[in-house]
Every structure is written in C-alpha cells, then in structure tokens.
C-alpha cells in the first residue's frame, strides 16, 4: 500500500510547508550564491537588473536594495508586483552547470527581512538602502552535477503546478 504524505504536510504550519517542499541542494545553492538577475516589465517591454540578495530559506524569500523611485526595475515591480529572476553559476565545464530560475511576488521587505539582509551585508547599513522582498512562487533548479539536464522543482504551497504552461 502506498502512503502519500500529502495530508500531512498540509497540515504543517505554512512556513515549514515550504521549507520540507524547498529541496536542501536548492537552499545549500542559493545561499552560496549573492547576486541574482532580476526580470521585470512594464508595457509589455522586459528589462533585467542585477541585485545582491540575502535569502530567508524556511519562507523562501529573497532580499534585495533597489530604489523604486530611480531605478526602471524598481518602478517596474511596484507597478507590476509579479517578477522573476536567476542566480547562476558561471561555469565552462558542461558538467559543474548549476543556476535557478524563479518567479515570485515583490513586497516591501519587514523588520525581519531587512535585519537578514543588514546581517549579510553590514556595509549596507551605511548607504541607508530601501529593501524588498520576493517571495518565491516557483522555482526550477537545474543542476548538471547531478546529471545532464537534471532538475528540481519548487512550488509554493498556495500555486498550482498546473499554473504553468511550459515544462522546459
């Protein structure tokens, strides 16, 4: 008879929801990692900026410094909270390729989140920087050490697999 854990992870609270469902390779690689790509748009134009980032792994939320008043990308995920972004590993060798693409909300960061970011970043402090938060809605890790092409998914507790039209 085979048992499905389903029933019992949703009766965890949110948070260690997505923790247990947020693979370890996925978290040990994000946190090794400090600069993600960011994607945003406006008008149907896309734009992508880089931002150093710390990471809340138990949510998944990402912390990142933009001024949404001067930056395009900024004012463009104010305007449109939905983005999305990479973090890759720069590599030549086929086998070691590792990155993660991933989509989610764009919130101003809390007390917490900016803590997390001030503890990752001191020098920060002194550029008195305005924080945000993406909490991460989806997200595919590919990693070649693995195996060629191998990936693992992410989906957020309250987002649908079936959201999501392209399985590439």
Same mark, same amino acid.
Request: hydrophobic letters at 40%; aromatic letters at 10%; charged letters at 20%.
């Given at each position: 008879? !085979? ?27 994000? !946190? ?39 930056t395009r990308h900024g004012k463009e995920a104010l305007a449109n909270e939905t983005v999305a972004g990479v973090i890759a590993l720069e ?15 764009? !919130? ?5 989140? !900016? ?54």
């Amino acid at each position: 008879m !085979k048992m499905s854990l389903q029933p019992y992870i949703n009766s965890l609270p949110l948070h260690v929801k997505r923790t247990i469902l947020l693979d370890s390779r996925i978290r040990t690689f994000i !946190k090794k990692h400090h600069l993600l790509s960011l994607a945003t748009s406006a008008n149907n134009q896309p734009y992508c900026a880089s931002c150093f980032y710390a990471f809340i792994e138990n949510e998944p939320i990402l912390i990142i410094a933009t001024d949404t008043q001067k930056t395009r990308h900024g004012k463009e995920a104010l305007a449109n909270e939905t983005v999305a972004g990479v973090i890759a590993l720069e590599t030549n060798i086929i086998g070691k390729i590792q990155g993660v693409q991933f989509t989610g909300i764009f !919130k101003e960061a809390t007390a917490e989140e !900016k803590r997390v970011y001030l503890k990752r970043f001191p020098y920060a402090l002194a550029l008195n920087p305005t924080l945000w938060s993406i909490h991460i809605t989806y997200l595919k890790f590919t990693d070649n050490t693995l195996g060629f092409g191998k990936k693992l998914e992410f989906f957020a507790p309250n987002v649908s697999p079936n959201s999501f039209t392209c399985n590439a």
